[in-house]
């Protein structure tokens, strides 16, 4: 069983920032692909951004040239940088891990095999 922990949730202004981490003990999954999903009340879980292991990166329309998602050298903490942010990111937001490429199913929430419990954001 991977574990993976969210933090840096929190609240914050309209145009001001927010960072998120994810951190994970198993160092091998990480190899593969790791993504940031978001869900508010009503709506479905949906992916914002994921990243490959060889470090290619891809992010949903609603967030491109907003957030970046990273990774540290040892690849055992997930960042997500949410800058400009704006009331429509209030969600909580999950962090991912497939044992696979990322690729064009990067969205399918079926396929990942591990989720954190997820952090709160919320936009004002």
């Known amino acids: 069983h991977v574990q993976l922990v969210e933090s840096g949730g929190g609240s914050a202004q309209t145009g001001e920032f927010l960072r998120l981490s994810c951190t994970t003990s198993?160092?091998?999954?990480?190899?593969?692909?790791m993504a940031w999903f978001r869900q508010t009340p009503g709506k479905e879980r949906e992916g914002i951004a994921a990243?490959?292991?060889?470090?290619?990166?891809i992010y949903a329309d609603s967030v491109k040239g907003r957030f970046t998602i990273s990774q540290d050298n040892a690849k055992t903490t997930l960042y997500l940088q949410m800058n400009s942010l704006k009331p429509e990111d209030t969600a909580i937001y999950y962090c991912?891990?497939?044992?696979?490429?990322?690729?064009?199913?990067?969205?399918?929430?079926?396929?990942?095999?591990?989720w954190g419990q997820g952090t709160q954001v919320t936009v004002s």
């Open positions: 198993d160092y091998s999954v990480t190899a593969y692909c």
């Open positions: 990243i490959d292991g060889d470090g290619t990166v």
């Open positions: 991912a891990a497939k044992r696979d490429e990322c690729g064009m199913t990067w969205k399918w929430r079926s396929l990942y095999n591990y």
